[in-house]
């Protein structure tokens, strides 16, 4: 079986600060087990970089799609690149917000973040100084979430992800596949693997059409992927 995981609201629970994401230890141990019989791909948004972080050694068995679902790694080593993105330059945007206390500006693979949730000033204004940005250099997508906006320079979603990984291992159709996510983001992922004919998991209180069932919990997951063991 080839097992689609998200990380974060699925393998771990949402925390305050992406950075205190780590995962359980014993957790961990499932999945590196699990990963003996089937093949485990965590499916992330995060850089490979921040993942490792948070998930620690990235053992032999396991993969790991990145950033957006644009790279695939296997033992920490990147084995494809799924999509490629230019990136623009921040200058005009760094120097107007120069001035703007508790603004800070993230640039992350494929993306940009302006967070403003320690900024006092005027939001409208901030926001925008990031349209006209985002006029400069038009990204792909522009989300924006609770005191943060994010301009994605990325053409690629988690479906597109588990289609090319499943294209990557010569995937024919006969190993069954799963999905398992939490967020509007895995919701691509989600119509994918259904239309492939596999089974889809929402993490949430609610189902969203598209999913096949439902988890309550991170700790339901995880009862869930021990009967695979
Ligand atoms: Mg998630």
Redesign the pocket.
């Known amino acids: 079986m080839i097992l689609f995981l ?5 393998l771990v629970p ?1 925390v305050n600060s992406p950075q205190e994401a780590i995962i359980d230890k014993n957790k961990k141990k499932i999945l590196i087990s699990l990963s003996q019989k089937h093949k485990i791909v965590i499916i ?2 995060r850089d490979i970089k921040s993942f490792r972080k948070v998930f620690g050694k990235i053992p032999n068995s396991i993969f790991v799609i990145s950033s957006h679902g644009s790279k695939i790694f296997r033992n920490e080593t990147l084995v494809k690149i799924i999509s490629y993105y230019s990136m623009p330059d921040v200058t005009y945007l760094k120097k107007k917000i120069k001035n703007m206390k508790g603004v800070i500006l993230e640039e992350k693979e494929g993306c940009i973040a302006l967070h403003y949730r320690n900024y006092t000033g005027d939001e409208y204004l901030l926001k925008r100084i990031f349209e006209e940005f985002t006029k400069l250099y038009p990204p792909q997508k522009v989300i924006e979430g609770k005191k943060v906006i994010e301009a994605f320079y990325i053409d690629s979603d988690k479906g597109k992800a588990v289609e090319s990984f499943l294209r990557f291992v010569a995937w024919e159709g006969k190993d069954p596949i799963l999905y398992i ?3 509007k ?2 919701l691509y992922a989600i119509k994918k693997v259904k239309q492939l004919g596999g089974r889809t998991f929402f ?1 949430g209180d609610k189902k969203p059409p598209e999913a096949d069932c439902l988890f309550r919990s991170v700790e339901e997951v995880y009862r869930f992927l021990l009967s695979f063991k």
């Open positions: 998200d990380y974060d609201g699925t949402i992330t948004g996510g939490d967020d983001t895995d993490v």
